[in-house]
């Protein structure tokens, strides 16, 4: 980066990290926050090109926001990168707790995306004892019932 290029910001910095966490192509991640490929580069890297000129580029909120779901990011992580309001719009995105849905309802895509960002902040030993569980829930139940039981004697 020369001194005529302006550097990215703490969001676009949080927002590569994440995509990078994230294992995602900046066109995916841009398809999922319906955004063009280019308009996505601009706010990551900070910068576009005007008439041969590089000018800083600093998302608006509401895209914000839309960068931030598709990566993963959380309001808390938004905050600290100096983005309240753009944290404050995710938080209300995400609204109040729903209670789990009953049995044999399918899962919403929403339901999905957000189990799998959350899936995404853990380090890949808690993730794989996730996946474990959720692929053997009658397994992890009855583990959890046999650590809580007293051990008995033999005798």
Not at 42 to 69: F, K
Not at 87 to 107: Q, V
């Amino acid at each position: 980066m020369d001194a005529q290029t302006p550097g990215p910001p703490p969001e676009a910095v949080l927002i590569k990290q994440a995509l990078l966490r994230a294992r995602l192509s900046g066109r995916e991640a841009a398809k999922r926050a319906k955004l063009s490929e280019t308009r996505w580069r601009q706010i990551v890297n900070g910068y576009q090109d005007v008439g041969g000129v590089r000018v800083a580029v600093i998302a608006p909120d509401e895209t914000l926001v839309r960068m931030a779901e598709a990566v993963g990011l959380t309001s808390d992580q938004l905050r600290q990168a100096g983005r309240s309001t753009a944290a404050e719009l995710l938080d209300e995105l995400a609204g109040p707790p729903t209670p789990a849905s009953p049995p044999g309802t399918p899962a919403t895509n929403a339901q999905i995306e957000a189990i799998a960002a959350l899936l995404a902040t853990l380090s890949p030993e808690a993730q794989d004892e996730v996946l474990r569980r959720v692929n053997r829930p009658d397994l992890a139940r009855s583990q959890k019932a046999e650590a809580s039981e007293p051990q008995r004697r033999a005798g």
